[in-house]
């Protein structure tokens, strides 16, 4: 059975900021986002992009003690749908949806997934067009990426 594959509003911004958003569609065919996250976006998703409502609602408020809505929303969502991969960026967010066992992946490593999978060539350049819109990343981790990598 293929994964159910959720997306928080950090990677879909990521990516249209740098014209990528296809990467998405390569990879997973189809994601699903909340509408919360649809709000958080702002703006108008192809039609491979679902938006699903939270059944539990209870639980994504009080995920929103500590998260904004957008993610609390994902969280609450992935916990709702089985074989679920969250794709989610802040930290904060990561630990708490880990701790619900929830399995994530972040838009660095959609990107390095669709490396693998030979979708995008250049992993480095793409990384850097991220940087280069607002996308926060350690220099540690760009001198890593850019080392293991290559730049083009």
Known sequence: MDKIIISDT?????LSKIEKLDILRDLYQ????TSDVFREFGGTLPDWILVTEVKDTHRQKEIEKRLDSGEASSIALALQIDNATLIIDEIKGRKIAQSFNIDIIGTIGVILLANKKGLIPDVTSIILRLVNKGFRLSDKLINKIIEKYGQK
């Open 10 to 14: 950090s990677c879909l911004i990521a």
């Open 30 to 33: 189809e994601i699903i986002i």
